[in-house]
């Protein structure tokens, strides 16, 4: 039976990126919940933690998954906060295989250099504030059923390794 994938990691550990690529690969629905949120809410995630707050963001952020991971099992790639919310990763582990997306520092702060905007990360040293946010979420990041390490390896060896795990323990 079919369950969710679930890639859980900072921002910048390719959540987005390899959510994407595995789905393509066995064919199932990808979810960036960020771009879930800011459909649903018809503005960007910078506007909405600007305008009605973190909390109310993070709302959002959770009654957008709850719908997720009610429906037909798919490939979801939540921001980086949102393991770290209470419940939330009990609630996704009930419903699918979580993969922690393990990543350096460094790596996770030159790639979201190249992105979008992230609220969260915007600090004078983005590499201390990365260091910060990796201290408060990774206790959560580790609760995951699996774990790959996405630090220094080449993006098809990552999705690779985590097709191995959708066909594995999620039933795709």
């Not at 990126?17 to 960007?44: H, I, N, W, Y």
């Not at 009610?70 to 906060?81: I, K, Q, R, S, Y």
């Not at 992230?118 to 990365?130: F, G, I």
């Amino acid at each position: 039976m079919k369950q969710h994938l679930i890639f859980v990691g900072l921002p910048g550990s390719g959540k987005s990126t390899v959510g994407r690529s595995v789905a393509e690969r066995v064919g199932a629905t990808f979810a960036d919940l960020d771009k879930v949120v800011e459909r649903q809410q018809g503005m960007p995630i910078e506007r909405i933690f600007a305008e009605l707050g973190e909390v109310a963001f993070r709302r959002m952020e959770s009654e957008a998954m709850g719908s997720l991971l009610e429906g037909d099992p798919c490939v979801l790639a939540p921001g980086g906060g949102w393991a770290a919310q209470p419940g939330e990763m009990d609630r996704a582990k009930e419903h699918g295989l979580v993969v922690y997306l393990k990543t350096m520092i460094t790596t996770a702060v030159d790639r979201t250099k190249m992105h979008d905007y992230r609220p969260l990360l915007m600090s004078d040293d983005p590499y201390e504030r990365m260091r910060e946010l990796l201290k408060e979420r990774e206790p959560f990041y580790i609760m995951a059923h699996a774990e790959i390490d996405n630090a220094s390896r080449p993006i098809e060896d990552v999705i690779d390794e985590a097709v191995v795990l959708a066909h594995a323990q999620a039933g795709w």
